[in-house]
């Protein structure tokens, strides 16, 4: 069987569940999954569906093209279809903290996450051990105030020779330029190690200790040019209590952005996530 | 505009999605919401669908006529079809315990829930002036062994009277018997406060207490006639320690016994419950 | 038996564990409770101790006059000793929301609170009904900007005349002013609907709806001069998704003011929050 | 500094506090941490107690002997005393599944866990590499019906020979046997896949699937000769709804056992655990 899965959002109109069935009806899908979210302030409308094709009939090109000249163009729709054959390829930058890369790559290792991870990128070589350990490649390219512009060439032709999907920052020290930003549009995730948007910017477990907050969180959200208010698409939290000190803070910490991160990795690889406004529509 | 809900569950065959939803679009209904589910171990396809009318030229009665003839007929479905105009009609039994009543005529006074309440059914008479405080009608129908089966025809009386749609055990500490678990199949909810299948049957923070959990639960469910065993409608816990005394369980499980089940009476009220094989589909 | 627990803070010094129980040991006292903290970065040691005396031989006000000769002075402690004998009186402010008012009263009245309700004042009619229903004196103290100060003298005298202990806020939609604040010191427990610092201010819940947050919360927190600010007692929070609106929001946050602010209320009746330095350390 | 944590468990008295305080305050100490629960039922005093002498002048046997004499024997305690000096030994014996085996190497590599981990014991070899990477010794010893007791004498042996102190089985898929459960009383960590009580033995997941529950659970335990009816020392939970399938369900799992894991261990070995009548007492 051939699985495709459609992303669409545009103007809510009557009619267009109707329209987008039928079309799948005409061309022999059978719709496994379809869920819907209509933004009454905004009224926009977002869907997801799933629909699996018969192998020897299909082919995922001559769907995209029809599927534009019949729906897409009459909608106004922004629409993306992707192939269950091809997973996407996912780049990972980290600098020295070692939590979300030993978890993600446990995951990878163990077959949950639906993509490929073609190559490592780090601004230090502290964590290389660990890629040869999992048998990734790791590309040491370090980072300096005189640097910067050069080693971005250097991250972006990688990501480029690579054709790679999307990236994510696990706990990656540097601050990303518009540039790559603007490459990959909702497409650059990063984890936060706090409850956005309380303690936004750098040193917020240390924010956290002098409010004196009960309870902690992490945040993943794609990247957008201003710093930490890019859309979120995963958060939790953990009850803390005046016993924490600051590194006991960060020790809990560290296991929410595990979890937080590879849930937002894994909702954005299966396509369950739509940007919209600075706001994400998770179909999950 | 007239708002109808459908729930539909039946054999999983391609082209279901498109027929329902063509059906609407002929009907000159905008859906509005639509979310499906395929059980694909026991190949089931469940879906719940709201969609808007406009007013002078639909009939409730006339669409579920043709909704039967040309759909469900043809694809065996089972289905309900529900008019927004419609409030369903809740019959609450309590006895002694107090703090679910509060919590649900406080939200009820505030508007929180969509349904009617037209009276109160009591084995004591403890709670009436809450009843009364409230402005709800309070039937004291004594249970004792002797009575019981008087007592009940009683309460079948009642409900049918006032054309009851469900019924909602709030910590009414009578087991109620399969004629009326069969009158109201699916319709009657109880909360257990334990969570379930852990501590079936009576004191259940006796027994948390006993075993030393480090977690409570509360535990809404439909009630069938085997004791604590029916389709699980929503759980919430809450996390204790060896400080808590059995009266410090007791009082925390409160909190979450009023939560849990004012979530489920939400869930059922709305048409959000679908049942199958004793477990829940909940299309939230 | 006599109860009386002892709160204690000062600086750090060897010994102080050991004097503090052996003076409870010479007055024949036994411990029933200890508990102690040290904040290290600040060298401030924090201890809560409850004790038990055999009644015919204790006086509480001549426990403390040689406590303080004995030990308080010693050390140099911030310290305090209540009698189990005598309820802390609460005052209740509200305005027009209704949720955590019935929630309070009907854990109240059900007896889980230990203290005493003297009056409600409300700068609005609106919720009088309910305080006559549980049989509670109602004072509506209207506010406008041309009567702010006159309006506050009459809560002043009312405080007064009852000798109220401490001020629950709850949802009460006027801000006291600093002469109040600094009448009360950590004694005005605020409930504030997000989770703070996220949102501090008016309209949390339409900030948290356009950030698009995937979990919001309540803190209830000691009041302070500057606006959401204050020692924070308590804190929870739940998750939300796309699929809600600023309404939905609204109601699901309800059901966390309610428990928050409870639970920060008998935190603080049962005496077991101290604070230091804008922060609060709770023996729980 | 010399720090040592002390932990007591005896009957009740008035005095005990005082006298072990008194007893420390003579020998210099510094206490850092002092906690304490009485089990009201039962009669029981729980102590948990830090502090910290000055190098030089002390000896952790000699005051161990001292205590004995003076307080231990007095009061009939049950006690145990260790120096901040000496990290406990723990053995892992795992099985095929290899997320908590992750889990816990990145944990001991970034420095977070207070132990020693002299070898891993395995049944099989699949998660050798995994040993091999984080340098670990790994010793297979396979475990057949026929090869059950000889395979136990060969654990006995390398446990003996490394002075392991506690037994963490890691989803380590073998019953062990009563001999190996009395060497080391409430030194056996399990972690068992679901919230116990509910779904004891095989196949949690499966179980909790089949009924429908909306939360799934973990549960790590100290492992007695009654399966998984050992005290418990960690909970943790998570939200599941109908659409998640046995696998996923399972995925989601492997978080919670994850995390619910490495806190139990964390509690043993920094002893904040203490056990009586099959409930553990937690001083976190």
Chains 1, 2, 3, 4 share one sequence.
């Not at 790679?164 to 190690?193: C, E, T, W």
Request: with cysteine; hydrophobic share 40%.
């Amino acid at each position: 069987m051939n699985k495709i899965t459609i992303l669409i959002h545009c103007n809510d109109l009557p009619g267009i569940v109707a329209s987008v069935t039928n079309f799948i009806a005409e061309k022999q899908g059978n719709i496994i999954y379809l869920d819907q979210h209509v933004d009454r302030e905004q009224n926009i409308f977002f869907m997801r569906l799933e629909s699996e094709f018969i192998e020897t009939s299909f082919s995922t090109e001559d769907f995209k093209t029809t599927f534009k000249e019949v729906l897409a163009d009459k909608f106004k729709m922004k629409w993306r279809i992707y192939s269950s054959k091809k997973k996407p390829k996912m780049a990972l930058f980290v600098s020295k903290y070692d939590h979300c890369l030993y978890d993600l790559l446990g995951r990878y290792n163990s077959g949950e996450l639906n993509l490929e991870i073609p190559f490592i990128v780090s601004n230090h070589v502290d964590l290389k051990p660990i890629a040869d350990n999992f048998k990734i490649p790791f590309h040491h390219i370090p980072v300096t105030k005189n640097t910067k512009t050069e080693a971005e060439e250097k991250q972006l032709q990688l990501l480029e020779s690579h054709n790679i999907d999307f990236i994510v920052l696990a706990r990656y020290m540097q601050i990303v330029s518009g540039k790559l930003i603007n490459k990959y549009p909702n497409k650059i995730i990063n984890i936060h190690h706090s409850f956005l948007p309380a303690f936004v910017g750098a040193k917020p477990y240390h924010s956290a200790y002098k409010r004196g907050v009960k309870i902690i969180g992490a945040t993943s959200h794609y990247v957008t040019e201003e710093l930490d208010a890019g859309p979120i698409i995963e958060q939790d939290v953990a009850h803390v209590s005046h016993t924490y000190t600051i590194d006991a803070l960060i020790a809990k910490g560290r296991d929410l952005e595990k979890i937080v991160l590879a849930n937002a990795i894994k909702l954005h690889a299966n396509r369950k996530v739509m940007v919209y406004n600075n706001k994400t529509v998770i179909f999950s």
